[in-house]
């Protein structure tokens, strides 16, 4: 019933809508009323037959899994599904119920700081989406592109963060690939970006990353040029993106990539950077520097020694340590060791002047050749035989143009999991069948039309069973059935009973149940309605045996708890005393009086005829209770609820029995006993 009522989403059409709600209503009944469709949970026992479900319920059938939480079987049916040439007409939804699955799956992960995986289930939904032009215009897809450009930044961390591993080579490089196209757009002063926290963010990416790959990122030497002009607007903009921290963790990369691969050309870069910072932070890094110029032969030894004396405020005593030595230790632990690809590298200068020199570094021409064309890494597969089952035209090209750089370096390489169409898709129509997926849920083949206009007839002559019953409780007759004895009962609050009526020929036959019940509770004249307040306090006087309103002494409150667990008492009773087994005796446990009566003469019909209901009580919510207690201490509640009830007649056991389902709104008049308990004294069935 949670599920009947709730809203579906945004984007389904109308008819994957009323599958929908036509399997809801179809299993329902099956579930209550055909044991072998539902087994016992407490007894263990499995279904013995399971529904099948026709293409046209397929789309109804997707969206209820996945409003219950069953994604990963609602991509497992979908892709299945969408290889069948008979799905060409229900791709919109299919495709819907597979792309807010993906959606469901990437919030369990981001709930579970499983950033990047959450990530991917994004870009395999919007690809869903982009897949088929009526989904293209869904605020699902905006919602979700910007969800992607939102979480970018810390995919990108977390991928970078992964071991370096080969199995996680890729992911790292889509990463790494990530982070540059980030850096460009933070870089450049017209394009938007959802980095908040530069200098934290670039921290925490440069401390997951290898010299080598800070190296490869840019063409830092030459965005330390244009740093040291400060009154131009890009740097103005470049620090607050990279701050002084960040370039000096590139300046020591450079250092470190240079000095272990034996590349003179990194180490000159590295002297350009350096040179850089100094103009443009006012800061010193002479140290820095002087390593440099000595790598690049260009002064000696001693000039180094110097300014790590002057950096350490040695005394006069060091002089006598030797400058080689002192800056091969200072080389181990503030440069190589920062690195993980430089961190075992042996820091002796010696090795590094006997070696033979690299070729210039090639790196930095992978970082200037992606600023051109970024992504070549493919974002979804070319869809072929979806062109002929959809109609359209999706390219590769179309589905990854609607990312974002940074976010299509992040996507998964290939998403054609995601997507899965017939490799043969026939054109024009077919004499075969059409394909029948399975539940685990019952097994009926349907036939909507016939079904729809047989239920309508159906309900039609039968929706009276259960209403009608209520209706009883509030029949009385001033003659025979009373209240009290009190000649003060008036037209507007009595019921008019035929006495001649004989439930005999009501059970007869079974052909002509619906109708002969009808043709019984028709003889029931319906009561003048008055005002909710003036009937409940005049009903619940004549229950207690008072003779007006005013006897009543004073009025509280029953707590709704109370109320709830009396209603359900008597739903259970009832359901025993007119079901299989007749517990009629049951019934004078919780009513009294009239309701006694009325139910004690329905329920023996039923037994003497072998007929009896199926009762479930699916929904109860009570609106009112409340306390009357007149000036001798009688006491009586009203209680006002909303009941939802489906229920079955039942005739013949070997054959399908009328069923019903309904929400009514119920006033019940209780009167307090001796014992102190409750009992029934009245209903009023009034319009919901």
Request: with cysteine; glycine share 4%; aromatic share 6%.
């Amino acid at each position: 019933m949670h599920l009947k009522n709730a809203d579906v989403e945004e984007g389904y059409t109308m008819d994957a809508v009323i599958s929908r709600q036509n399997l809801l209503m179809d299993v329902r009944d099956k579930l209550l009323f055909e044991p072998e469709y539902a087994g016992n949970v407490k007894d263990k026992v499995m279904p013995r037959s399971s529904i099948r479900i026709s293409w046209a319920w397929l789309p109804g059938a997707l969206c209820l899994l996945q409003e219950v939480g069953e994604e990963k079987l609602v991509l497992d049916i979908g892709r299945r599904a969408l290889k069948h040439p008979d799905s060409k007409h229900y791709i919109h939804d299919l495709l819907l119920s597979m792309a807010l699955a993906e959606c469901a799956i990437a919030k369990h992960c981001f709930e579970k700081n499983n950033i990047s995986q959450g990530f991917e289930a994004l870009a395999r939904a919007q690809c869903l989406l982009r897949s088929n032009v009526s989904l293209g215009k869904l605020t699902l897809l905006s919602q979700i592109e910007e969800s992607l450009e939102e979480f970018a930044p810390a995919c990108t961390l977390e991928l970078l963060g992964m071991p370096h591993r080969p199995e996680n080579a890729e992911r790292r490089s889509g990463a790494i690939s990530a982070l540059r196209e980030l850096l460009r757009q933070g870089l450049d002063v017209e394009s938007p970006c959802q980095v908040q926290d530069w200098p934290c963010f670039l921290n925490q990416a440069f401390s997951r990353l290898m010299a080598s790959e800070i190296v490869e990122l840019l063409q830092w030497d030459n965005l330390a040029l244009t740093r040291k002009n400060k009154k131009s607007l890009e740097s103005q903009n470049q620090r607050v993106v990279i701050d002084f921290n960040g370039f000096y963790v590139i300046l020591m990369a450079h250092i470190a990539l240079g000095f272990s691969s034996k590349q003179p050309d990194l180490i000159n870069r590295a002297k350009v950077i350096c040179e850089c910072l100094i103009a443009s932070e006012g800061v010193n890094l002479k140290l820095e520097e002087a390593f440099c110029l000595v790598l690049l032969e260009q002064v000696d030894e001693a000039s180094v020694a110097e300014r790590l004396k002057q950096l350490q405020n040695c005394n006069a005593s060091s002089s006598e340590v030797n400058p080689i030595k002192e800056m091969e230790t200072w080389l181990k632990d503030a440069v190589l060791s920062l690195f993980p690809d430089t961190r075992d590298c042996s820091p002796s200068l010696a090795n590094f002047f006997r070696g033979e020199k690299q070729t210039p570094y090639k790196g930095n021409k992978r970082a200037s050749q992606t600023s051109s064309h970024v992504n070549h890494r493919p974002i979804a597969p070319a869809f072929s035989h979806a062109q002929r089952a959809l109609g359209e035209t999706v390219q590769r090209a179309d589905l990854s143009k609607h990312l974002g750089p940074a976010v299509k370096q992040l996507a998964p390489t290939s998403l054609q999991d995601s997507v899965v169409i017939a490799d043969k898709v026939e054109s024009g129509t077919n004499g075969g069948p059409s394909l029948q997926l399975k539940r685990n849920l019952g097994a009926r083949q349907h036939e909507i039309l016939s079904n729809v206009i047989l239920k309508i007839t159906v309900v039609a002559c039968l929706g009276c069973i259960l209403f009608v019953s209520f209706k009883i409780m509030s029949i009385g007759n001033r003659t025979r059935l009373r209240l009290s004895s009190s000649p003060r009962m008036t037209n507007s609050t009595s019921w008019i009973l035929d006495g001649s009526q004989d439930l005999r020929p009501r059970w007869a036959k079974r052909s002509i149940v619906p109708i002969k019940l009808k043709k019984l509770f028709s003889n029931f004249g319906l009561r003048v309605k008055q005002s909710k307040e003036d009937i409940g306090l005049v009903n619940g006087c004549q229950a207690a045996g008072l003779s007006s309103p005013a006897e009543v002494a004073y009025k509280m409150a029953m707590s709704s708890e109370e109320a709830e667990s009396l209603v359900k008492k008597w739903q259970s009773i009832k359901a025993e005393a007119v079901g299989p087994d007749h517990h009629i005796d049951l019934l004078s446990n919780v009513l009294d009086e009239t309701m006694l009566i009325q139910w004690k003469g329905l329920a023996d019909a039923a037994k003497e005829k072998s007929c009896f209901w199926r009762i479930v009580l699916l929904q109860l919510s009570v609106l009112r209770a409340d306390i009357l207690t007149d000036e001798t201490g009688n006491e009586i509640a009203e209680i006002e609820a909303l009941l939802e009830e489906a229920a079955e007649l039942v005739e013949d056991p070997y054959h399908t029995n009328p069923n019903y389902y309904s929400s009514y709104k119920i006033h019940y008049i209780l009167k307090r006993q001796e014992d102190g308990g409750w009992r029934f004294c009245e209903g009023h069935v009034e319009t919901p």
